[in-house]
DNA sequence: GGTGGGTCAAATCTCGATAAAAATACCGGG
DNA sequence: CCCGGTATTTTTATCGAGATTTGACCCACC
C-alpha cells in the first residue's frame, strides 16, 4: 500500500492526474523532445504505473497542444517552428491584454494583495535561484489576469503560457535573455497594475513579452533550436 | 479489403474516436443534458464498446470544455449559466473579428472558393430542411476564417463555437429566432468578404453572434433553460 | 538493379476483470 | 422523530492480457 514514488513526491490526486502533471512537465522542460516518440510502455515502466493512466493523460496533453496524436499511430510530443511560436506570441499579446484590462477594471483589494503576494514569492525565488522560479513566475502572470471574471479566456492564457515557455525552456537558461533586468520590468508592471492604470500596465507587459519574443524568435531563426 | 469512406459512416478511425465524436454530438445537442451524470457502465453499452475508449473520450471533451470531471467521482455534461454564455459571446466576438481580419487580409482565390463552396452548401441545406445543417452552417463560419494562418486560433474559436451552438440547440429549433432572416444575414456576410471589406464583414459578422446572443440572453435570464 | 508483395516483429488499441473509492441504505441510540 | 456511524451497493480507476494495425525487412520477380 505504501508505494514510494521515488521521482518525486506527486502522491496527490489520481494516477491520471499525477501522469498528466508529470509528463506535461516533462514536454514543457523539454525533457522530452519536440516531435519524440511517446511510446506508451516505455513512459509506463517510467512512471511506474500502468498505460491506461498514460493513455488518457497523454489525450488530456493533446487537447493541450503539447502532444500530437496520430489515429492507431500513437502519440508523440508537439513539434515546434517559427511560425508556431510567432503566432502563441501574438495570440498572448491579444488575449492576455484583454484579460489584464478587464482584471484591472474589476480591482479589488482581495486581488490586489494575491498579486502583491505572487510577486513577492516569484522575486525570493528569483534572488535565491530557486528550483520552483518558474512555476512561481506562471504564478505571477496568471494573478495579475486572475481579476478578470472569464474562466475561459484565463484556461486559454494558461494553455499559452505553458506552449510559450517551453520554448524557453528549449532555448537554455543560461542564455542572455536574463541579463535584462527582468525584475525590474515585473516590478514595473506591478506598479501600473496597483497603480490601476490599465495602460501602463499593458504597454509594459506586452513589451515584456515581445522583447522575450524577439530574442527567441532569432534562436528560431537560425535554427539554433531545430 | 477496401473501406468505404462515406462522411456518414460512423465506423471509421479508432473506437475511442467513434465515441468522441458521438459524445460530443449528444451533448452540444442536448441529447446529454447539461449537469447529467456519465456513468462508464451505461454509456459503453450505449455506444457498443469497451469502457477503456469512453474514458479516454470523456476525458478529452474535458478539455474541450464540455464536460467536466471530478477527480474520483466521474464524468458529467458541463453545466450551463447566463455567464458562461455571455463570456462564451464575448470571447467569440473578439476572437472571430481578429480571425475574420486576418483571413481577409490573406485573401487567395482558393479560399474565396471554399467560402462560397460552403455558403451555397449551407444555402441548400436550409432550404431543404436536411439534418446536416448544422453541421454545414459550422462550416460555412469556420471557412470564412479559415485563411487566418493561426491554427491555434482557429482551433479556439472552432471549441467556442460548439460551446455557443449548444446553447441554441438547448433553448430548440422551433423558436422564433428562425423567423428572423438569417439566410440574408449569412448573404450579407459572404458579400462583404468577398468583396475584401473587412470592416463590413467584421461588422455583420458580430451583428449576426450579438442578435442570436441576445436572444439567447434573455431565454436565459427568464430562467427557461435551467 | 530496382520494384512489388508477403511475412514478421513491435506497438497500439481494446476488452474484461479486479481493487479502490464514494454514494446509498440500514440500524441502533439519543 | 432525528442523528451518527456502519454495512452494503454502486461506480470509478487501474491493471494485465488479447486482438489489430502498422512499419520494416527480406526475398522473389521483372
Redesign the pocket.
Known sequence: ?DTFNQSSDFEE???????YRALRSMIVRGVLKPGE??????L?KRL?????????A?SLLTSDSLVE???????RTAGISATNFAEILKLRCVLEDLALRESIANATQDWEERVVLAHHRMQRAQNRKTEDFEDLHKAFHMSLLSNAQSPILLQICSRLYDLNIRYRYLAGHDISYQQRDVAKEHADILAAVLALDADTASTRLLEHYKTTGAFLSGLLGDGALA
Open positions: 500500500m490526486g489520481s494516477a491520471t492526474h499525477r501522469v516518440k511517446l511510446k506508451i510502455e516505455g509506463s511506474g504505473t500502468g498505460a491506461s493512466p498514460v493513455r488518457e497523454l496524436r496520430i489515429d492507431q499511430r500513437g502519440f
